[in-house]
C-alpha cells in the first residue's frame, strides 16, 4: 500500500509540483494561470494517498489480529 501510495504521488503531485516550480521560476510574482485546478489535483491525491495508507494500515492490524492466536497459553510451553 505504500508502494501504491507513492506511484499516486509521482503520477499526480510530482507533476503539479513541476509546473508550479517552472512557472513560479518564469514569473515569481504570479501564479499558474491554472492554478486552481492544479491546487484541486495536488490536494485530492494527498487525500487520495491517505485513503491508500489508512488501507494499508487496516490490512496490518487486520493481519496480526487474525495471526495472533486467541489463546496465546497454549503456545507458552
Do not use: C, K
Amino acid at each position: 500500500m505504500l508502494l501504491a501510495a507513492f506511484l499516486v504521488w509521482l503520477a499526480v503531485v510530482e507533476p503539479v509540483n513541476r509546473e508550479v516550480a517552472a512557472a513560479l521560476r518564469l514569473h515569481p510574482d504570479t501564479v499558474p494561470a491554472v492554478w486552481s485546478e492544479l491546487r484541486n489535483r495536488w490536494e485530492y491525491e494527498h487525500a487520495a494517498g491517505f485513503a491508500v495508507q489508512l488501507l494499508g494500515l487496516f490490512a496490518l492490524l487486520t493481519s496480526i489480529v487474525v495471526e495472533t492466536p486467541r489463546h496465546a497459553a497454549q503456545f507458552a510451553r
